[in-house]
Nanobody, 117 residues
Framework: QVQLVESGGGLVQPGESLRLSCVASGFTFSMYAMNWYRQAPGKERELVATITSRGNTNYADSVKGRFTISRDSAKSTVSLQVNSLKPEDTAVYYC???????????WGQGTQVTVSS
């Protein structure tokens, strides 16, 4: 059974940091690209950060320099370090595993990040 379980969200003030984690199980983690998406109220879900199976990373322009994605294959975990948070970063953050060659994609349940003073 495939599972992606996110944690680490919360309510923070502008400028603060969080570390989001996603623990994967039920599939061969090392063969999947891992992604973090977010969805704010009334908006489309957007891709925030990607790390390939080889460790190459890519970020949305809005988070470059503030967010860092990493993966630990030994623990089947992908993390997202989010720094210098802004109110516009408020959203539900979702972990996604994708293996494009086989058209496979799995989602976690999401973790809420709220940035407010």
């Amino acid at each position: 059974q495939v599972q992606l379980v996110e944690s680490g969200g919360g309510l923070v003030q502008p400028g603060e940091s969080l570390r989001l984690s996603c623990v994967a199980s039920g599939f061969t983690f090392s063969m999947y690209a891992m992604n973090w998406y977010r969805q704010a109220p009334g908006k489309e879900r957007e891709l925030v950060a990607t790390i390939t199976s080889r460790g190459n990373t890519n970020y949305a322009d809005s988070v470059k320099g503030r967010f860092t994605i990493s993966r630990d294959s030994a623990k089947s975990t992908v993390s997202l370090q989010v720094n210098s948070l802004k109110p516009e970063d408020t959203a539900v953050y979702y972990c996604n595993a994708r293996r494009a060659a086989m058209s496979l994609s799995y989602w976690g349940q999401g973790t809420q990040v709220t940035v407010s003073s």
